[in-house]
């Protein structure tokens, strides 16, 4: 469902039903493996990454670990 569909679908006011949808984002984010607790990694796991997985990796601060 897209989120006019929640709207047009629910009673509930569309500043719950964003917050709702905010909180959701978060939580996927956790549970694909996107937010890392620790942000630094080797070399050898930064390489072991998919492309997007390492491109979002540096753009929320990663740092390799010091050897």
Same mark, same amino acid.
């Given at each position: 469902?897209? /989120?006019?569909?929640?709207?047009?679908?629910? =009673?509930?006011?569309?500043?719950?039903?964003? *917050?709702?949808?905010?909180? +959701?984002?978060?939580?996927? +984010?956790?549970?694909?493996?996107e937010?890392?607790?620790? =942000?630094?990694?080797?070399?050898?796991?930064?390489?072991?990454?998919?492309?997007? *997985?390492?491109?979002?990796?540096?753009? =929320?601060?990663? /740092?390799?670990?010091?050897?």
């Amino acid at each position: 469902m897209t /989120k006019a569909d929640i709207k047009t679908n629910t =009673n509930t006011p569309p500043s719950k039903t964003d *917050a709702i949808i905010e909180k +959701a984002r978060k939580l996927t +984010a956790g549970f694909t493996g996107e937010a890392s607790t620790d =942000n630094t990694l080797t070399k050898a796991e930064v390489v072991k990454m998919t492309p997007r *997985a390492r491109l979002e990796f540096f753009k =929320n601060g990663g /740092k390799f670990k010091d050897a």
